[in-house]
């Protein structure tokens, strides 16, 4: 008998009955968490393991992980489970991979990211304003809900750097300000225009 093709039928025998029996905890987890159900599954939660951090079952059990850490208000282990999810996907799909989940699951790493590391917020958010350029477009809901986040947070970091800012439209970096409200910057009169015309000109007010 060959020990080699033995001991890789047992090993893989094992890591099926892995997966059958993560799969079912998070199904149940999920069932108590959809229905309302009075049980506290946090240490359940806690306690998921992936039988490799880029298996398939390893980026839902980081993303609960995270959306636990984050309404638990612990924000540094909320970070840590965001990013091993963009990580498993980047792993699997590549970087170069572009579409809506890696761009949320950015944007969630960002949001975790805010309240520990403005400039690691900033990078998370930078990605998620990029991918959701790609496949939805500048102007469309989830592209400005994007950037609007980033510039929240690089307006954070100019008041402690005073750097310039970036562009409303597509969060390029510029030094060109509305003249009007001098809150917003353009990288070009033509996103200016853009911006203006769907977002902006609800929101601007003249300099008090």
């Known amino acids: 008998m060959d020990c080699s093709k033995a001991v890789a039928t047992s090993q893989a025998k094992k890591f099926t009955k892995q997966e059958k029996a993560l799969k079912q905890e998070i199904e149940q987890i999920e069932y108590i968490a959809d229905n309302g159900i009075p049980i506290d599954v946090t240490s359940r939660i806690q306690k998921l393991r992936p039988p490799h951090p880029f298996h398939y079952l390893a980026e839902l059990c980081f993303k609960i992980q995270g959306e636990m850490y984050t309404q638990l208000g612990q924000f540094q282990s909320a970070a840590r489970a965001n990013q091993a999810v963009v990580a498993c996907r980047d792993a699997i799909l590549g970087q170069a ?22 400039g690691a917020a900033e990078k998370a958010y930078q990605r998620t304003v990029r991918t959701l350029q790609i496949t939805d477009g500048f102007d469309q809901p989830y592209s400005q809900v994007a950037i609007s986040k980033l510039l929240s947070i690089q ?31 353009y990288c070009s009169r033509e996103h200016q225009k853009k911006h203006w015309s769907t977002i902006h000109k609800k929101q601007c007010k003249p300099k008090v």
Do not use: I, M
């Open 97 to 118: 991979y572009n579409d809506r989940h890696t761009a949320f699951a950015c944007e969630r790493l960002g949001d975790s990211l805010e309240r520990v590391d403005l």
């Open 155 to 185: 307006r954070q970091l100019n008041k402690r750097t005073g750097e310039q800012g970036c562009c409303a439209l597509c969060a390029a970096a510029s030094n060109r300000k509305c003249t009007r409200c001098g809150e917003v910057f």
